[in-house]
Structure formats: C-alpha cells, structure tokens
C-alpha cells in the first residue's frame, strides 16, 4: 500500500477522534482520490467505523465494478475480513440505491 495513503487512512481517524470535520473531509476526498484494488478494503473499513457516507459509497460502487472484485478480493483478505462480510455490504448498498 502506498505511504501516503496509509498515511492519510491515520490522519482521517485521528481527525475524527478530535472532531476536525474539515481535515476529515479532506482525508476522505484524498483516499477517494488514491482509491485502488489494494486500499478499498481498509479504506472502507476506516469509512465504517469513522461514519463517512461519501467515502463508503465511493468504496463499495469501486469494488461493485467487475473488473475491480479480484483485487478487492486480496485487500480483504490482507485485512482479515470474511467475503461474506463484503458481499453484504455490496449488496445492501446496491440494493437500496435502486
């Protein structure tokens, strides 16, 4: 994973550990930004537990995309997460947008 994204991750916790709304707007424009294969996991992970609609929406709309599912697949997988867990995310979202 790149540096500067896993730096960015670390900075959009700690922004909202400290209710810095507008660095944490600016951490999730910037992994949104950096969104790839390798991150989408632990970037929507970080999404989930630090409540940013935006940056799980822009997440699971990337890893909906066919071309992008493999290398999702190996980012959950690097963040111990069950697929079954990713499909359900997936699923509820694109469910409730049609």
């Known amino acids: ?3 500067s994204t896993n730096m960015v991750q670390h900075l ?12 944490k707007l600016l951490c999730e424009s910037k992994l949104c930004e950096e969104l790839s294969a390798e991150t989408v996991a632990t970037t929507l992970a970080l999404a989930e537990q630090h ?5 799980k929406a822009i997440c699971l ?15 959950y997988e690097r963040c ?19």
């Not at 709309?61 to 980012?75: D, E, H, I, R, Y």
């Open 1 to 3: 994973m790149c540096t």
């Open 61 to 75: 709309k990337f890893a909906a995309n066919p071309a992008n599912l493999g290398g999702a697949f190996v980012g």
């Open 12 to 23: 959009l916790a700690v922004s909202d550990l400290y209710n810095l709304d507008r660095l």
């Open 51 to 55: 409540q940013c609609t935006q940056l």
């Open 80 to 98: 111990k997460f069950k697929l079954y867990q990713f499909y359900c995310f997936a699923l509820f979202d694109l469910d409730k947008n049609t």
